[in-house]
T-cell receptor, first 115, second 113 residues
Framework: AQSVAQPEDQVNVAEGNPLTVKCTYSVSGNPYLFWYVQYPNRGLQFLLKYITGDNLVKGSYGFEAEFNKSQTSFHLKKPSALVSDSALYFCAVRPPGGATNKLIFGTGTLLAVQP | ETGVTQTPRHLVMGMTNKKSLKCEQHLGHNAMYWYKQSAKKPLELMFVYSLEERVENNSVPSRFSPECPNSSHLFLHLHTLQPEDSALYLC????????????FGPGTRLTVT
């Protein structure tokens, strides 16, 4: 079955330190990959996506993600965390093909950045 | 804000009530979506509309009835819901149903008593 795994329910990091939020997927073919962020009482906001090309994708608010086909991973990274980055982060995969833009989401990782 | 609005933001309803959730997108997009978000579970895609035509119904019970009168508006009509239907219902839109990112509204927090 197609799935997305975010192995960490929560990631804690000190402000100014680098952060990584992990995502792995199980999808046949070459999927399209997305990261979204959700702040309290808000909808999801698009951060970045990988469709094809360079494995390192840069997105909003200084975030980037690296696509690793051999490890079927798409980890989210930021060189220096801010307290304002504290939020719930979702990885999502769009399997190739299909007529609809159907996304498969992970369960989310809560990022807590301590001042 | 993302250009996708949802009303109401909070809704409490009994199991015998009928209510509707409304979504409006101001982005000129052609595709709209309904998702259900429950705690500790992945977002569940419920319905997909493309150019006002339903293109995906993800095995959703008939007590949820979507309506898309035009490409800017999407409704979710609710009737005889169950307590387990309590969740955050998110609306999203995208340019079309290709590989475009989806833009989400703030959601409606639904509580079924």
């Amino acid at each position: 079955a197609q799935s997305v795994a975010q192995p960490e329910d929560q990631v804690n990091v000190a402000e100014g330190n680098p952060l990584t939020v992990k995502c792995t997927y199980s999808v046949s073919g070459n999927p399209y990959l997305f990261w979204y962020v959700q702040y309290p009482n808000r909808g999801l906001q698009f951060l970045l996506k990988y469709i094809t090309g360079d494995n390192l994708v840069k997105g909003s608010y200084g975030f980037e993600a690296e696509f690793n086909k051999s490890q079927t991973s798409f980890h989210l990274k930021k060189p220096s965390a801010l307290v304002s980055d504290s939020a719930l982060y979702f990885c999502a995969v769009r399997p190739p093909g299909g007529a609809t833009n159907k996304l498969i989401f992970g369960t989310g990782t809560l990022l807590a950045v301590q001042p | 804000e993302t250009g996708v609005t949802q009303t109401p933001r909070h809704l409490v309803m009994g199991m015998t009530n009928k209510k509707s959730l409304k979504c409006e997108q101001h982005l000129g997009h052609n595709a709209m979506y309904w998702y259900k978000q429950s705690a500790k579970k992945p977002l569940e895609l419920m319905f997909v509309y493309s150019l006002e035509e339903r293109v995906e119904n993800n095995s959703v019970p008939s007590r949820f009835s979507p309506e898309c009168p035009n490409s800017s508006h999407l409704f979710l009509h609710l009737h005889t819901l169950q307590p387990e239907d309590s969740a955050l219902y998110l609306c999203a839109s995208s340019q079309d149903t290709g590989t475009y990112e989806q833009y989400f509204g703030p959601g409606t927090r639904l509580t079924v008593t």
